[in-house]
């Protein structure tokens, strides 16, 4: 399997970008972000809107944070195990659904917890 077309991505980057349009950083298109619900498309163009702008910007912000947010959990995690693991488990006052949680996140972002 390839990989994910390398970040950062941008929505609509040129004047005349379709509208949800999405490209890497070679000017390409690598997604096109649609609505999920009915929208009058005379309205939007009247009022020079993109109606899919929400969704495509948001594909943008997790594609583009995604490699370090998880690196970041990864690193913080790690730390708290060595170095104070009593924060995650319950016979010493922590959370360990904390523990589940963060374990979860990085398994469902490919990660496993080291």
């Known amino acids: 399997m390839s990989a994910h ?9 040129d004047h005349y ?15 096109c972000a649609r609505a999920g619900r009915s929208y009058d498309g005379d309205e939007h163009r009247a009022a020079g809107i ?3 702008g929400p ?3 948001f594909i943008v912000k997790a594609c583009n944070s995604h490699e370090a ?3 970041a959990l ?6 708290v195990k ?9 016979d010493s006052g922590g959370n360990p659904r904390l523990d589940l949680e963060i374990q979860g996140a990085l398994a469902a972002a490919g990660r496993g917890s080291e």
């Open 69 to 71: 947010l998880v690196k």
């Open 5 to 13: 077309t390398p970040t950062p991505w941008r929505y609509r980057p």
């Open 17 to 31: 970008d379709d509208w949800g349009w999405i490209k890497g950083p070679d000017g390409a298109i690598v997604a």
């Open 82 to 90: 060595g170095e104070c693991p009593s924060l995650l488990n319950e």
């Open 50 to 52: 993109d109606p899919y």
């Open 74 to 79: 990864t690193e913080l995690y790690a730390m």
């Open 55 to 57: 969704n495509a910007a």
